[in-house]
């Protein structure tokens, strides 16, 4: 499950990333054209890419600690949403996914099973 997590991370990490880059296009021809906000726009896509990158580590430590992992990716998906909204379309969702598979894999350990052996006399 941790696995999936992982993956799923990664995914939405490089989803953000995008999505942040899209935002500073958007916001950088807003600028080039005196549109009012673009500037905010700009601000908002450099705090998205932030937050992917956060999320990004976030996924990278979901094999390690993963309920660190899953607080990283649950921050980074809500504040990515904050932040440039129907960009992170994609992004998010996986995010929160993948905190989730993350927090709810953090018990799977194997168990270890010893056999003892008796000798008869």
Do not use: C, D, H, Y
């Amino acid at each position: 499950m941790r696995t999936g997590a992982l993956v799923l991370g990664i995914i939405a990490g490089i989803a953000g990333l995008i999505s942040a880059v899209l935002a500073l296009m958007i916001g950088g021809i807003g600028g080039a054209f005196e549109a009012e906000g673009a500037g905010q726009v700009v601000g908002l896509g450099w705090a998205a890419l932030a937050f992917s990158l956060l999320g990004l580590v976030g996924a990278a430590l979901s094999l390690a600690k993963p309920v660190l992992a899953s607080a990283i990716m649950l921050v980074a998906g809500v504040a990515i949403l904050i932040s440039i909204s129907l960009f992170a379309v994609i992004a998010t969702p996986l995010f929160l996914i993948a905190a989730l598979l993350t927090f709810l894999g953090r018990n799977t350990r194997q168990e270890e099973i010893s056999v003892q052996t008796t000798t008869r006399e």
